[in-house]
């Protein structure tokens, strides 16, 4: 199983600042990445796909990178919509996995 | 619009079993597996199982094969999981989520979430 490791676990930051969230996997894997967040008491909502590519809708102040293990998020201005748990996921082999997710909060 | 529902809150007593249902709309449901993603309370994301909606095959996470059925009914859009031998630890929301058949995408839309409280 490939195990994906998120860091920061918890973020602290302030609206404008520019934020990024780190996701390892335990093994090389494809590009094959998604990001979600979530908000409490909802569903995930997909942010990203195949490491890099924006969900229709989602607004352009996210972008995500990577390749290998080391794949990122990035959220260039932060808005007060945007404190939320992160999650990432691969999709490159079953089982899925998710990173233990990553809460940003309001600074 | 595709809209994923899903049955309402269960409470279940340890060695139960229960059943969640997902009534997909909104789209072509031959076109997109259905997946299984479950959250304990205050926890992250676990994915369960996945079910192919052409011929029925589903793949399950290692830890839930023995105790997990993933099944579909073609001719009501309509996915059910069925998990037996409930523990306190399966207290959690369920989720149903799709992912496309083709394309690269992964899960786009998400069911609201089943609420499943294991008691006694």
């Known amino acids: 199983d490939i195990q994906m490791t998120q860091s920061p676990s918890t973020l602290s930051a302030s609206v404008g600042d520019r934020v990024t969230i780190t996701c390892r996997a335990s093994?090389?894997?494809?590009?094959?990445l998604a990001w979600y967040h979530q908000k409490p008491g909802k569903a995930p909502d997909l942010l990203i796909y195949?490491?890099?590519i924006l969900e229709s809708g989602v607004p352009s102040r996210f972008s995500g990178s990577g390749s290998g293990t080391e794949f990122t998020l990035t959220i260039t201005s932060l808005q007060p919509d945007d404190f939320a748990t992160y999650y990432c996921?691969?999709?490159?082999?079953?089982?899925?996995?998710f990173g233990q997710g990553t809460k940003v909060e309001i600074k | 619009q595709v809209q994923l529902v899903q049955s309402g809150a269960e409470v279940k007593k340890p060695g139960a079993s229960v059943i969640i249902s997902c009534k997909a709309s909104?789209?072509?449901?031959?076109?997109?597996?259905m997946h299984w993603v479950r959250q304990a309370p205050g926890q992250g994301l676990e994915w369960m199982a996945i079910?192919?909606?052409?011929?029925?095959?589903?793949t399950y996470a290692q830890k839930f094969e023995a105790r997990v059925t993933v099944t579909r009914d073609t001719s009501t859009s309509t996915v059910y999981m069925e998990m037996s031998s409930l523990t306190f630890d399966d207290t959690a929301v369920y989720y149903c989520?799709?992912?496309?058949?083709?394309?690269?995408?992964?899960?786009?839309?998400w069911g609201q979430g089943t609420v499943v409280t294991v008691s006694s």
């Open positions: 989520a799709r992912w496309p058949v083709t394309g690269t995408t992964s899960l786009d839309y």
């Open positions: 909104g789209y072509t449901f031959m076109t997109y597996y």
């Open positions: 079910i192919n909606p052409s011929g029925g095959r589903a």
């Open positions: 093994q090389r894997m494809s590009n094959y």
């Open positions: 195949k490491t890099s």
């Open positions: 996921q691969q999709y490159d082999s079953y089982p899925w996995t």
